[in-house]
């Protein structure tokens, strides 16, 4: 009895001893640690940043400006420890991590150290990066208002804008440069989804090439992972589009005779617009949305004294679009594929809802001059 008793304390120890050693994360597990300064908060949350959203995971109570959190991660993600709308820092968890965080309980954005993943400290450098371009943006809007009732707003506000796109573009080639030295890392994603404001640094259109190294490097380090797949499946429905794309400027190239369009008018009646005669004609494949706030609209409104423009709509409501054009483009020849950018017209010519309006200059035989989103570039005398 007495050696049954020494043997279960010895197992007791051993166990207890064991536990006690468990100073790593599973397999399966991820630990934070965090250290705050100046906190007058009771608890954090953490939250998952998932292809359908932000889900909530967990909350941890703050002790003596310290918290913990041990969480089961599978795969590498994204998350934010938040305490506020407006006061949170993103991070990347990894099966395994062991991450320490040190930071303003005020300013969780910006800690002062961040230890047990190179990940992190690649998305710590992704954010302030963006930071030093609001900075930017703030001291050049300050500059505008104090100039905008005075008679050199119009210099300075050519002096502002010019600014404005160096900065961003110079940000765009950091990123751009950003995606190349750090192949294997999931934060490429949100260096190629970074926006300022509501504007987007790159589009999957017009930056389809940087989108496929992204998808490339993913596939390659994280061929499972949700966030990779998911963006895998956007770039795939990209590449649809932009094969489509490359088909067209084939069937557009200069000299090539202008596709068969045939589409009824306001009246009804099916008109084929290849017999319409002129000089010049200009095919303005549009929507009413899209000359919203568009400064398109008023370098088309002065185009009738130099050739024939031909509006092909998408609306799919025929009668606001009779109602629109009896009061705006009257000048145009117009016709109307109620199908939308659903519609065989719209496949044929690639317009989608990020290229429209697209623009067509056509001879007087029919034959392609030019073609593309840009209108003056469309319009202009060579």
Same mark, same amino acid.
């Given at each position: ?12 120890? /051993? ?44 909350? &941890? ?43 303003? &309980? ?16 690649? +998305? +710590? ?21 104090? !100039? ?7 210099? /300075?506000?050519?002096? *502002? ?42 589009? &999957?259109?017009?930056? !389809? ?19 990779? $797949? ?10 649809? +589009? ?5 088909? $067209? ?28 005669? &002129? ?44 109602? !629109? *054009? ?18 065989? $017209? ?26 593309? #989103?840009?209108? #003056? ?6």
């Amino acid at each position: 009895m007495k050696k049954s008793f020494f043997g279960w304390l010895l197992l007791l120890t /051993v166990v207890v001893a064991v536990t006690s050693c468990n100073t790593s994360p599973k397999a399966d597990e991820a630990w934070i640690e965090g250290t705050l300064t100046g906190s007058s908060f009771s608890q954090i949350v953490l939250e998952e940043l998932t292809p359908d959203g932000i889900q909530k995971i967990d909350s &941890a109570k703050i002790i003596h400006n310290k918290f913990k959190f041990k969480v089961r991660v599978q795969e590498p993600g994204f998350y934010f420890l938040r305490f506020s709308t407006n006061n949170f820092i993103s991070i990347v968890l990894e099966p395994g991590n062991k991450l320490s965080i040190k930071a303003p &309980a005020d300013s969780l954005g910006y800690p002062t150290e961040i230890t047990g993943s190179p990940e992190n400290q690649l +998305l +710590l450098e992704l954010n302030h990066k963006l930071d030093g371009c609001y900075k930017t943006t703030d001291s050049l809007s300050k500059i505008f208002k104090a !100039y905008q009732d005075t008679e050199q707003f119009d210099s /300075v506000k050519t002096t *502002i804008d010019s600014a404005y796109y160096r900065m961003f573009y110079a940000h765009k080639s950091w990123l751009e440069n950003y995606i190349g030295q750090h192949p294997a890392s999931l934060t490429t994603i949100v260096a190629f989804y970074q926006t300022l404001g509501r504007r987007s640094f790159f589009s &999957a259109d017009e930056d !389809y090439e940087t989108m496929k190294v992204v998808d490339r490097n993913l596939m390659k380090s994280f061929p499972k992972n949700k966030h990779a $797949v998911n963006f895998h499946a956007l770039f795939l429905n990209q590449k649809v +589009l932009a094969d489509q794309a490359v088909k $067209v400027d084939s069937m557009l190239n200069s000299g090539n005779p202008m596709p068969t369009v045939c589409l009824p008018n306001s009246n009804g009646k099916t008109v084929d617009v290849a017999q319409i005669q &002129a000089p010049r004609k200009l095919l303005v494949f549009w929507e009413i949305k899209s000359m919203v706030d568009n400064p398109d609209k008023a370098e088309l409104d002065q185009l009738m004294h130099r050739m024939r423009v031909v509006g092909i709509s998408f609306d799919e409501d025929l009668e606001i679009w009779k109602s !629109y *054009i009896k009061k705006e483009f009257v000048d145009f020849t117009h016709v109307i594929d109620v199908h939308g950018l659903q519609g065989e $017209v719209a496949h044929q010519f690639n317009i989608t809802a990020t290229n429209i309006p697209y623009y067509v200059l056509l001879d007087g035989k029919n034959r392609v001059v030019r073609h593309g #989103k840009n209108l #003056k570039t469309v319009i202009a005398q060579k």
